[in-house]
Nanobody, 122 residues
Framework: VQLQASGGGLVQAGGSLRLSCEAS????????MGWFRQAPGKEREFVASITRYGATTDYANSVKGRFTISRDNPKSTMYLQMNSLKPEDTAIYYCAARSRGYGRRPSAYGYWGQGTLVTVSS
């Protein structure tokens, strides 16, 4: 599967952005999907994940209550709605997919998009 993330940009603290991740290749519903982010000088970290048909979602504590992950399988697209953004949310955001496995580690995902930059100004 090939993944293409988009929707990043510059936003003021307290603002909102919606990221999209469009998939092509194998049937989108075959994959569990996740969002990760990597700030300058830091390791890539888990943000959120969603199961194949959207029944279950998981969030990092740092974004819980502010971010919402969703997916539209007929459109082969996953979304991350980000509200109440903070400067510490500034990072490159990556979408990822896996057909097997579990856990929040980046190594648990086998497919990655190219990333989209989110910058939150104070």
């Amino acid at each position: 599967v090939q993944l293409q993330a988009s929707g990043g940009g510059l936003v003021q603290a307290g603002g909102s952005l919606r990221l999209s991740c469009e998939a092509s290749g194998r049937t989108f519903s075959s994959y569990e999907m996740g969002w990760f982010r990597q700030a300058p000088g830091k390791e890539r970290e888990f943000v959120a994940s969603i199961t194949r048909y959207g029944a279950t979602t998981d969030y990092a504590n740092s974004v819980k209550g502010r971010f919402t992950i969703s997916r539209d399988n007929p459109k082969s697209t996953m979304y991350l709605q980000m509200n109440s953004l903070k400067p510490e949310d500034t990072a490159i955001y990556y979408c990822a997919a896996r057909s097997r496995g579990y856990g929040r580690r980046p190594s648990a995902y086998g497919y990655w998009g190219q990333g989209t930059l989110v910058t939150v100004s104070s």
